[in-house]
């Protein structure tokens, strides 16, 4: 089936850098990729749509310039967290759809393992 | 605007017997339904989804979920509960209009089933 890769699993960073997160789709080519934020005990909330080739779309409040999406091929999504703060502190995931098994597999949201990342 | 309810934060149960993990939902046009599972630090795996056809759906692991347009739910549902299936469980629903690829999950729900 469907396999998402996300790297690091982990990661620590100092407060003022910037971390890079990668999302792969292993096995099928991902159009579009979704990454959410999930804060502890709490749901996961959608930051972005991540659209091959073009510009991500961002939901309401999530700062563009603080969350760098880039998308630029069938396969890897990256989202970089820039000038990182303690707050921004998180456990992230990405998820894509697989279109090649038609309509039916298209709708499922295929999930990466998450990266926890901790700025200090 | 689309939106998914779980009332519950945490459901107990104790082992085989049957469990109900609520969740009711809001959409606009046809809603399409799903069930993920979260384990700790780990990503969301799927364990079954409604689209169109028989309400009752079976999913991985011997869950299932049955839609109810009336009531607007898909309860998670097991006959009978594993230790093993302790985990935070998610509710979500895309909205079936055309071009619309958004999912929103609700707040998750923590089943705890004890030995």
């Known amino acids: 089936g469907a396999v998402v890769s996300q790297h690091p699993s982990w990661v620590i960073c100092k407060s003022g850098t910037s971390v890079k997160i990668e999302c792969r789709s292993l096995?099928?080519?991902?159009?579009?990729m979704f990454w959410y934020r999930q804060f502890p005990k709490q749901s996961l909330m959608l930051m972005a749509t991540?659209?091959?080739?073009?510009?991500?779309?961002?939901e309401q409040g999530v700062e563009k310039d603080k969350f760098l999406i880039n998308h630029a091929s069938l396969t890897l999504s990256t989202l970089t967290v820039t000038s990182a703060h303690p707050e921004d502190s998180s456990f992230y995931i990405c998820?894509?759809?697989?279109?090649?098994?038609?309509?039916?597999?298209?709708?499922?949201?295929?999930f990466g393992a998450g990266s926890r990342l901790t700025v200090l | 605007a689309q939106s998914v309810a779980q009332p519950e934060d945490q459901v107990n149960v104790a082992e085989g017997n049957p469990l109900t993990v609520k969740c009711t939902y809001s959409?606009?046009?046809?809603?399409?339904l799903f069930w993920y599972v979260q384990y700790p630090n780990r990503g969301l795996q799927f364990l079954l989804k409604?689209?169109?056809?028989?309400?009752l759906v079976k999913g991985s692991y011997g869950f299932e979920a049955e839609f109810n347009k009336s009531q607007t739910s898909f309860h998670l549902k097991k006959p009978s509960a594993l230790v093993s299936d302790s985990a935070l469980y998610f509710c979500?629903?895309?909205?079936?209009?055309?071009?619309?690829?958004?999912?929103?999950f609700g707040t998750g729900t923590r089943l705890k089933v004890l030995a």
């Open positions: 998820s894509a759809r697989d279109l090649t098994g038609g309509s039916s597999g298209a709708n499922v949201l295929t």
């Open positions: 096995d099928f080519q991902a159009t579009t």
């Open positions: 991540s659209n091959e080739g073009s510009k991500a779309t961002y």
């Open positions: 959409v606009s046009g046809n809603p399409y």
């Open positions: 409604y689209i169109t056809g028989d309400n």
């Open positions: 979500a629903v895309r909205d079936g209009l055309k071009g619309t690829y958004k999912y929103i």
